[in-house]
């Protein structure tokens, strides 16, 4: 990067970025828990763990909506002399900050389920369910302004909507090779290279 430059990701995708890997091993953890009687037993276990998912889910989805929402209207054009981060740098970073407290997690889910079959691994998974929905919610927020929210990477290390963070940047539509809510651009990333700086 030049002079004055600075790196940029998109919010949506470090929204998303553990989603998968609290949902798949916490599925994996409830289905390998609910092999074992447990202390309460399995149904108590099971019935446990989808009243779990369903708070979980609610829970995650709904934090900070408000302070999203406000750094979202408070948003700045970005300038020219950012660089925009590739989502599969993004996700990467990400998973890897956390890939001790994902495992923690995992491990904790696992362990718990002698007491109460699948109940963690469901909570977990419902985590993930959650990231997934609000990232979903933030590609609404993007279709409806027309334009991509990107927060500075320094900025974003705990969350992209922590108080550190002074705002949020946007570009157009095109920029970048995530689309509205994160998810992989279809089309590659040659499209939306070129359409980056006409988006600014």
Known sequence: MGRGSYALARVAVVVRAPAGWLWWPGLLAAG????VPGLTGRRIGVLAGAALFVITTGAVFTARRRRYEELA????????????????VTLRNRRRARRW?????FLAAMGSSLAVPAAAGLAMAGAGAGLWAKALWLGGLERRADALLWVRTEAARRSPAAKPVRGYQTTGIA??????????????????????SAAR
Do not use: N
């Open 32 to 35: 390998t828990g609910a092999l």
């Open 101 to 105: 407290w994902l495992l923690g997690a």
């Open 175 to 196: 920029a970048g090779d995530a689309a509205p809510g994160g998810a992989k651009r279809r089309g590659g990333r040659a499209a939306a290279r070129t359409a980056v």
């Open 73 to 88: 209207r408070g948003a700045s054009r970005a300038g020219r002399a950012v660089f925009l981060q590739d989502r599969a």
